[in-house]
């Protein structure tokens, strides 16, 4: 069985560097600056007294500090509705694997310890949107298609 353990701040920057192998991007790859603004961001969110934000990780076999997988997702507090009377909805992202630890159940660890963070944080709701790749992991997770269209806005950066 694989576990999964809390990702802390110490882990910040191998979740920037599995964010890199999810864009398909090199490790020294930093187009546009992205890395350290999220590297900055995991930093001050994972170490919040009462996080909003968590990441589970599987270390790689080994390789100390180096991480094989990763999901990291944020809790958001919403007005409530009918399927979700108390508003808190979970949203997964960043669940990654490195090429070379694939097909070993690493993210569906990592991806299920979050599922049960966001459980035990009272969230009734959580969205993710998924790549082809991770399709079936997410619906063997209990995830389905919904009919809402996802909508983007960019704003314009100052």
Not at 53 to 72: I, K, T
Not at 74 to 99: C, H, K, S, W
Request: charged share 25%; aromatic share 6%.
């Amino acid at each position: 069985m694989i576990n999964a353990r809390r990702a802390t701040v110490d882990d910040a920057d191998e979740l920037v560097r599995l964010r890199g192998v999810l864009f398909g991007v090199g490790d020294d790859s930093d187009e546009h600056g992205w890395r350290d603004p999220a590297r900055r961001i995991l930093l001050r969110r994972l170490a919040e007294p009462e996080p909003t934000m968590a990441g589970f990780v599987v270390d790689q076999p080994g390789h100390e500090g180096r991480l094989a997988a990763c999901a990291v997702g944020i809790l958001e507090e919403r007005l409530g509705g009918p399927r979700n009377p108390q508003g808190r909805v979970g949203y997964m992202f960043n669940v990654a694997t490195d090429p070379e630890h694939r097909r070993q159940g690493h993210a569906r660890a990592c991806t299920s310890a979050l599922i049960a963070w966001f459980h035990a944080q009272g969230a009734g709701l959580v969205d993710l949107r998924a790549s082809d790749d991770g399709l079936s992991l997410y619906t063997s997770q209990g995830f389905i298609l919904t009919k809402d269209p996802a909508m983007r806005l960019t704003l314009p950066s100052d």
